[in-house]
């Protein structure tokens, strides 16, 4: 079955730490979305990708990057000027005038 | 620019009554509504979506979404509502399609938590 796949599920990083969430997508879609969720804050959008070797900052990309060498994979990294990392973390893929299909999210912490 | 108010943060109905979840949008533009529900720790999966046509979609598990215009809603709907309903549900719009805009991009409300008691 096709889908997208986000790993690990929980994440735990120390202070100064990078980190990389993967995401890999097996749906052919072309456009793929990292989202970040707070309690009571719903989705913000982190990046987006909408062709290989190109992608653009969404609403908070600050202390984050990601890079998208292959149609299938768009892995985010949180650097350590991600001050506030801890959050749900999801993908999410797209193509044409579809809605977005996403992936079952990564749990980051902040030990 | 596009976005979503989800004018209720939670909503609570009893089981068998019906519900609404409401959603009024601002869209340059024929938008593109979609509606997404969140089990807790999971992804969103997709409700259902109106683009074009009749103004009363239906979806997944008995769900259905009226489109309003000249309101600029789209608010979710079920005449009769489960306790497995309860969930985290979501919003959104996208704006039709714009060469050089940001193509593909939804814009979500902040969702409402929907809890159905016994």
């Known amino acids: 079955d096709g889908g997208i796949t986000q790993s690990p599920k929980y994440l735990f990083r120390k202070e100064g730490q990078n980190v990389t969430l993967s995401c890999e997508q097996n749906?052919?879609?072309?456009?793929m979305y990292w989202y970040r969720q707070d309690p009571g804050q719903g989705l913000r959008l982190i990046y987006y990708s909408q062709i290989v070797n190109d992608f653009q900052k969404g609403d908070i990309a600050e202390g984050y990057s990601v890079s998208r060498e292959k149609k299938e994979s768009f892995p985010l990294t949180v650097t350590s000027a991600q001050k506030n990392p801890t959050a749900f973390y999801l993908c999410a893929s797209s193509k044409g005038s579809n809605g977005y299909t996403f992936g079952s999210g990564t749990r980051l912490t902040v030990v | 620019a596009q976005s979503v108010a989800q004018p209720e943060d939670q909503v609570n109905v009893a089981e068998g009554n019906p519900l609404t979840v409401k959603c009024t949008y601002s869209?340059?533009?024929?938008?593109?509504l979609f509606w997404y529900v969140q089990y807790p720790n999971r992804g969103l999966q997709f409700l259902l979506k109106?683009?074009?046509?009749?103004?009363l979609v239906k979806g997944s598990y008995g769900f259905e979404a009226e489109f309003n215009k000249s309101q600029t809603s789209f608010h979710l709907k079920k005449p009769s509502a489960l306790v497995s309903d309860s969930a985290l549900y979501f919003c959104?719009?996208?704006?039709?399609?714009?060469?050089?805009?940001?193509?593909?991009?939804?814009?979500f409300g902040r969702g409402t938590q929907l809890t159905v008691w016994p």
């Open positions: 749906l052919n879609h072309d456009a």
């Open positions: 959104a719009v996208r704006a039709p399609f714009d060469r050089g805009s940001t193509l593909g991009r939804l814009y």
């Open positions: 869209v340059s533009g024929n938008p593109y």
């Open positions: 109106y683009i074009t046509g009749d103004n």
